[in-house]
């Protein structure tokens, strides 16, 4: 009984008008109201009460989940889009033989064609003889021809 007597009131307490606010007050007060009216309620501020504050993070963790949730899914369609996409093309490329510098023929110099000399400026020119396309030039008479190889390529 003596705690149902301790809650019941008997007298209301006496009414004290609020003062004006102090100076660290109302730089508070003034900070809260710009931090609600920057973000508009999307941002909940800490209560201090523990389930409250964790039950306020379980609800922003779930909507933020729900919001990337589609875009994760969108991304991982992509994902398996450019996958597919470079496979085959791979594929396609290991179908069909695409030829190296060591699949070629070393390049054959024809010789055998017309040689000219210039003697006014000490020069020779071979053309071809079917076609008679020049083949090469070099400095010096004609006896003064340099011997070309076949070129070979390097491996």
Do not use: C
């Not at 003596?2 to 004290?16: F, H, L, W």
């Not at 004006?20 to 909940?44: C, H, I, N, W």
């Not at 009460?49 to 993070?57: F, M, V």
């Not at 695409?98 to 010789?111: A, G, K, W």
Request: proline residues 8%; without cysteine.
């Amino acid at each position: 009984m003596n705690k149902v007597a301790a809650g019941i009131e008997v007298e209301s307490p006496t009414y004290v008008p609020p003062g004006p606010l102090s100076a660290t007050e109302r730089q508070q007060m003034d900070g809260e109201l710009l931090f609600q009216k920057m973000y508009g309620g999307r941002v909940t501020p800490p209560t201090g009460i523990p389930a409250l504050d964790e039950l306020s993070k379980a609800n922003a963790d779930a909507e933020l989940r729900k919001l990337l949730g589609p875009g994760r899914r969108a991304q991982s369609e992509l994902d398996k889009m450019i996958e597919r996409a470079v496979s085959e093309a791979f594929g396609e490329l290991k179908k069909r033989h695409v030829p190296s510098e060591h699949d070629r023929e070393p390049l054959q110099i024809r010789t055998g064609g017309r040689i000219e000399y210039d003697a006014s400026f000490n020069e020779s020119t071979e053309y071809d003889a079917t076609s008679g396309a020049l083949l090469r030039s070099w400095a010096g008479p004609p006896s003064a021809r340099p011997a070309f190889e076949v070129m070979v390529a390097a491996r």
